[in-house]
């Protein structure tokens, strides 16, 4: 049996954990070759692609190597396929995965990526293809993958966010005057990430982040000022978390929104929301604002959580497990009810996944103690356990391709 393996759509602090689980399974599974496709789908489209080298993977250590590795090792894309599964694009795919006979093909990415193997299985189906196997492995900082508790990548995202809130706040307090914070954090329309800044919180004597804004609170710009007021009675300095996407009910915060330029999926970039709350907090209130823009650092950020590492591993390797005796299929984790955190792993199809999001419940916004206490109780587990690095002159050192590939 050959396999082929490709990752894509935003990179993650622990991407390369569910390619060495891909890896790891080829190799526990006897797979005679193990392909490796540069910038997702596009590396097979050009042919752009390498072979592992089982020996020198082992040699070199490479499988914990990449896992302590943030960022997509194989490269990325944001590559839309045609509506139309009679394309041509499609018999270019499955020619170039025939001629290399290729058992099985693993798309490790995001919600859109779900889509690529949603389209890939769609053709098989059609055309009846019974020898080639494709599987997603999930990832995304967002956390908004339905169909899973949550997702690979949130956790190590959620932990260096709130290392970074806890180091803004002992920057904030060095001062005794008015002053506002506003830390700018990924989630275009689910605000998981910039909750998660409440983690800082956790058994602190008071709150270093003070109030969250997330694209599924409906507010005002005068009731976010109001807000602002009132935590000002008793704390002076204040640190506001808020998600890129949000937007008050009046549209204030829309102006001069900037679109760079839209992807193959047509999600424009945007940005800038801190900075105009805090023009106009300037404005409104007289007091020191501004705004930090953490930007994409969230996504490969080297804090990366044991947990969560380990985690994609295992969803990388169970993806392969799957291919091969099944298709159109994606391993997701879900968590067990109970007071202790543990998981448990399973399967659903790419429909659940694909082009879909998830939010965060109503029900956990009712107040700020409730966002708060549920969301320590959901993200703290995510986040234990500390990955080490390697370093040389100071400095990080990490795998690369020539580590582990012919």
Not at 176 to 181: A, R
Request: negative net charge.
């Amino acid at each position: 049996m050959n396999c082929i393996v490709a990752q894509s759509g935003g990179p993650t602090s622990v991407i390369n954990s569910s390619l060495a689980g891909v890896i790891q399974a080829g190799i526990d599974n006897d797979f005679d070759k193990i392909y490796l496709s540069l910038n997702g789908i596009e590396g097979i489209l050009h042919r752009n692609i390498r072979e592992v080298d089982k020996d020198k993977f082992e040699k070199n250590k490479a499988k914990d190597r990449l896992m302590a590795r943030p960022s997509s090792i194989l490269g990325s894309c944001r590559f839309k396929l045609p509506k139309d599964i009679d394309d041509e694009i499609y018999r270019k795919i499955f020619a170039f995965l025939k001629e290399k006979e290729i058992n099985v093909f693993v798309y490790i990415g995001g919600n859109d990526s779900m889509d690529t193997v949603k389209k890939l299985n769609e053709y098989i189906q059609k055309y009846k293809i019974e020898d080639i196997n494709v599987v997603g492995c999930p990832k995304t900082i967002d956390n908004d993958l339905n169909g899973m508790d949550h997702s690979p990548g949130f956790g190590s995202a959620a932990k260096y966010i709130a290392h970074t809130l806890r180091n803004i706040r002992n920057d904030v307090d060095i001062y005794d005057l008015e002053s506002v914070t506003i830390v700018e954090i990924m989630g275009r329309h689910a605000g998981w990430l910039a909750a998660s800044s409440l983690l800082a919180n956790h058994k602190m004597d008071k709150d270093l982040v003070n109030l969250v804004y997330v694209p599924e609170i409906n507010k005002s710009i005068e009731e976010i000022v109001a807000d602002i007021k009132e935590e000002m009675k008793a704390e002076k300095n204040l640190i506001i978390a808020m998600a890129e996407g949000f937007r008050d009910r009046d549209s204030y915060l829309d102006k001069q929104m900037f679109t760079n330029s839209d992807d193959g999926f047509n999600h424009p970039i945007i940005s800038g929301v801190a900075q105009r709350l805090a023009d106009h907090l300037r404005e409104k209130l007289g007091v020191k604002a501004r705004a930090v823009e953490l930007n994409i650092v969230q996504r490969t950020a080297s804090t990366i959580s044991k947990t969560d590492t380990e985690e994609a591993f295992k969803l990388g390797y169970k993806a392969l497990s799957l291919g091969i005796n099944q298709t159109n299929l994606i391993p997701v984790l879900r968590r067990k009810e109970g007071q202790a955190y543990e998981i448990f792993y399973t399967e659903v199809e790419p429909d659940l996944i694909a082009n879909k999001e998830m939010k965060i419940p109503e029900t956990w916004l009712a107040d700020k103690k409730t966002f708060q206490e549920k969301m320590i109780a959901y993200a703290l587990p995510l986040i234990q356990g500390e990955l080490g690095q390697s370093f040389e002159s100071g400095m990080p050192v990490y795998v690369n391709l020539c580590d582990f590939t012919k």
